[in-house]
Structure formats: C-alpha cells, structure tokens
Antibody, heavy 122, light 108 residues
Framework: EAQLVQSGAGVKKPGATVRMSCKVS????????IHWVRQAPGKGLEWMGL????????IHAEGFQGSVTISAEKSTDTVYMEMSSLRFEDTAVYYC???????????????WGQGTMLSVSS | DIQLTQSPSSLSASVGDRVTITCRAS??????LAWYQQTSGKAPKLLIYAASTLHSGVPSRFSGSGSGTDFTLTISSLQPEDVATYYCQKYDSALALTFGGGTKVEIK
C-alpha cells in the first residue's frame, strides 16, 4: 500500500527558511508526481506545486514562485519542499500528496501524507 | 487562471437528507474534476474523480456529475460520518491545479 510520511516544519521565525520532507513508499518513486498542498488555519486547500521524481522537474504555483523549491531525491525516495523568507501568513499545515502513474498526465490525489504543521512566530 | 467557486460555503441538513454541493469553474475544464472530503484535523480523502467516477471504497451514497463549467457532488442520504468539509479540484493542467473554497457540511 502506498504511503507518504512527512517530517520537518515546527516553529520558525519570520525570514527563516524551512525544509519539509515527504518519504514515499509502496510506489515506484519515479512513476508518480508528488504534490504539495497548504492549508492555513481555518482555511481551504491551496496547491503549491509538484515535482516529477523521474527527472526532478518541478512546477511551482504562481503564488509560490521564488519562495518555494520542490525537489526529489531518488536515492532515498524522498521529496522536499523548501520555503524561504517565511512570513506569519505561512503558518499552516502542509501536505504532500500523489495520484496515479504520471506518464505526463496529472491525476487526482488518492494518497496523502499525514500533514506537517509549520508555525511562523517571533 | 481558472477559478473554482463552490456553493454553498456551508450547509446544515438532517440525517437521511439529500445534499447537493456545486462547483462552478470560470472556464470549461472538461471532466478533470475531483471531489475530496476532509474531516476535522485529517488529510483530505479522494471521493470522486473524472467528475463522476467513485473512488475505490467510497460509499455509493456519494455521486458526482457535470462537465464543462458546472459540477455537482451529491450525498443521497446524509449520514453522521459525512460531517466534513468538501472540496472540488481541477486537475486538467499541471501548471495550475486549483481547489474550490470548500463546503462545510453539518448535521442539523
């Protein structure tokens, strides 16, 4: 059974950088896009971007370009999401998620990580 | 960018009621539309994809319909365990996957 296990985040100060990880198991790592989704407290879901682990190519959503870097490490079947210049508004739960075999096509997200909470506080 | 607008933003219904949630896209998105259920404090769960295909293990009281710009999620007989927030999502383009704003469903 496919599983995404997340780690990282915690409490960070404004202006800091945070890196979160998402370890993939039960799926062929290179076959599935891995996405990141953010959810601020009491708010809805916001897609941040994706990475294709096959070649490391990432697409970042318009609102996150320049502040977020999504990457993949084949040797450990792990995807990373790094956010820089943190602001109070980045306080949120961050999820990684994946869907069917990519093959150049985006699929809905049938497997989600457990989520990891980031609090930005001075 | 294509926007997804869900309505209503919240609703309260009785157990056994038929519940309908609408998701309207600002431009046509074919049928690359999914619905998710998120219960408090948990990660979302996929309910429906391709606008009307029930994901494995999802109760048959959930159904989806629509195409183009107008989509609907229906719960045929609301159960207590259906209390959750429901989101639609378009996934037709890797450049911009978008979620609707969510609909919170409560029991009256």
């Amino acid at each position: 059974e496919a599983q995404l296990v997340q780690s990282g985040a915690g409490v960070k100060k404004p202006g800091a950088t945070v890196r979160m990880s998402c370890k993939v198991s039960g799926k062929n790592f290179s076959d599935h896009y891995i996405h990141w989704v953010r959810q601020a407290p009491g708010k809805g879901l916001e897609w941040m971007g994706l990475v294709d682990p096959a070649d490391g190519e990432a697409i970042h959503a318009e609102g996150f370009q320049g502040s977020v870097t999504i990457s993949a490490e084949k040797s450990t079947d792990t995807v990373y999401m790094e956010m820089s210049s943190l602001r109070f508004e980045d306080t949120a739960v961050y999820y990684c998620a994946t869907g069917g075999v990519s093959g150049g096509v985006v699929h809905p997200f049938d497997v989600w990580g457990q989520g990891t909470m980031l609090s930005v506080s001075s | 960018d294509i926007q997804l607008t869900q309505s209503p933003s919240s609703l309260s219904a009785s157990v056994g009621d038929r519940v309908t949630i609408t998701c309207r896209a600002s431009l046509g998105i074919s049928n690359d539309l999914a619905w998710y259920q998120q219960t408090s404090g948990k990660a979302p769960k996929l309910l429906i994809y391709a606008a009307s295909t029930l994901h494995s293990g999802v109760p048959s009281r959930f159904s989806g319909s629509g195409s183009g710009t107008d989509f609907t999620l229906t719960i045929s007989s609301l159960q207590p365990e259906d209390v959750a927030t429901y989101y639609c999502q378009k996934y037709d383009s890797a450049l911009a996957l978008t979620f609707g704003g969510g609909t919170k469903v409560e029991i009256k």
